[in-house]
């Protein structure tokens, strides 16, 4: 969105690596992301990664002449941009000056006299076209949600990583009046897994195709968790009233964030696999009914 056709491309990393640089304007803009391993890290770790690949960059862009005029042409590089996830030290900034001042320094041909290094996070880096996007949105999209059996389902219930979240699935659909029957237990259960896994699988679809609105969908889900909590500790509703009150406030909220975005099967989807997270992981909660 920031630059016409013909104006920007990548630097593929695949053949010999790329050269400290994943993109390239030809308003003579280098672009490179960069994201530390293992995080969470200390801070004071962090730090020390960051000034490391600004410098080992920086020191890519001046001793790789040859191999980077091939790439740049007759493009003058006058600002090389890290754009990383997490930007907590002004040292960081203060190292990227410093470098850049060594580097302007060195005599190189393609490196113009008051050339710049800085860093910023994504939100700073791409704050305006992501506006533009989600505000221009023209359609609405409606992703094929991967079809789930009774293998799936098997396979989630034998999986010891989850034993305690589906025995809590089932705890609590056990409190039901409706749920007078081994059958309609099992029934109800079968469901509900259903659903979290349909809803895990457009989530990472989301995830990998569409980032800005996954994000966006993972941020209305924990901002409503929040509040959850305090409703089910305080709320003496049956637990059938409390598990459609939320699924239908909930799949209203997601409506609000992303109704421009995402048709209201694909926001229904988003829901019920939400509402099933939560019986398995116990934010929603409620009394026995009588």
Same mark, same amino acid.
């Given at each position: 969105?920031?630059?016409?056709?013909?104006?920007?491309?990548?630097?593929?990393?695949?053949?010999?690596?790329?050269?400290?640089?994943?993109?390239?304007?030809?308003?003579?803009?280098?672009?490179?992301?960069?994201?530390?391993?293992?995080?969470?890290?200390?801070?004071?770790?962090?730090?020390?990664?960051?000034?490391?690949?600004?410098?080992?960059?920086?020191?890519?862009?001046?001793?790789?002449?040859?191999?980077?005029?091939?790439?740049?042409?007759?493009?003058?590089?006058?600002?090389?941009?890290?754009?990383?996830?997490?930007?907590?030290?002004?040292?960081?900034?203060?190292?990227?000056?410093?470098?850049?001042?060594?580097?302007?320094?060195?005599?190189?041909?393609?490196?113009?006299?008051?050339?710049?290094?800085?860093?910023?996070?994504?939100?700073?880096?791409?704050?305006?076209?992501?506006?533009? $996007?989600?505000?221009?949105?023209?359609? &609405?999209?409606? +992703?094929?949600? =991967?079809?789930?059996?009774?293998?799936? /389902? @098997?396979? !989630?219930?034998?999986?010891?990583?989850?034993?305690?979240?589906?025995?809590?699935?089932?705890?609590?659909?056990?409190?039901?009046?409706?749920?007078?029957?081994?059958?309609?237990?099992?029934?109800?259960?079968?469901?509900?897994?259903?659903?979290?896994?349909?809803?895990?699988?457009?989530?990472?679809?989301?995830?990998?195709?569409?980032?800005?609105?996954?994000?966006?969908?993972?941020?209305?889900?924990?901002? $409503?968790?929040?509040?959850?909590?305090? &409703?089910?500790? +305080?709320?003496? =509703?049956?637990?059938?009233?409390?598990? /459609? @009150?939320? !699924?239908?406030?909930?799949?209203?909220?997601?409506?609000?964030?992303?109704?421009?975005?995402?048709?209201?099967?694909?926001?229904?989807?988003?829901?019920?696999?939400?509402?099933?997270?939560?019986?398995?992981?116990?934010?929603?909660?409620?009394?026995?009914?009588?």
């Amino acid at each position: 969105m920031r630059y016409a056709p013909g104006d920007f491309f990548v630097v593929p990393s695949d053949d010999h690596g790329d050269l400290g640089m994943d993109g390239v304007g030809r308003d003579g803009r280098i672009y490179q992301c960069y994201a530390p391993e293992n995080e969470p890290l200390q801070p004071g770790v962090r730090k020390k990664k960051l000034k490391k690949k600004i410098t080992d960059d920086l020191t890519k862009l001046v001793q790789k002449q040859a191999e980077h005029r091939t790439i740049l042409g007759d493009i003058i590089v006058e600002r090389w941009i890290l754009v990383t996830p997490i930007l907590h030290s002004k040292d960081i900034l203060a190292h990227a000056n410093a470098e850049a001042a060594k580097t302007r320094t060195l005599g190189c041909p393609y490196i113009c006299p008051s050339f710049e290094a800085i860093a910023v996070t994504e939100n700073e880096f791409l704050g305006v076209e992501k506006k533009r $996007f989600i505000g221009s949105t023209l359609h &609405r999209l409606n +992703l094929i949600v =991967d079809e789930v059996d009774q293998g799936n /389902l @098997d396979a !989630l219930k034998q999986d010891n990583s989850h034993s305690d979240l589906v025995g809590n699935l089932k705890t609590k659909l056990s409190k039901l009046k409706a749920v007078n029957t081994p059958q309609k237990l099992e029934q109800l259960e079968r469901k509900y897994l259903k659903a979290y896994l349909e809803g895990r699988g457009l989530l990472t679809s989301l995830q990998q195709n569409h980032a800005s609105i996954y994000e966006a969908a993972v941020k209305a889900k924990r901002g $409503f968790e929040k509040l959850l909590e305090a &409703r089910s500790s +305080l709320s003496g =509703d049956p637990g059938g009233k409390r598990i /459609l @009150d939320e !699924l239908a406030a909930f799949n209203t909220q997601l409506e609000e964030y992303l109704g421009k975005l995402l048709d209201p099967e694909t926001t229904a989807v988003l829901a019920t696999e939400a509402i099933s997270y939560w019986l398995m992981h116990c934010p929603l909660d409620f009394p026995d009914d009588d």
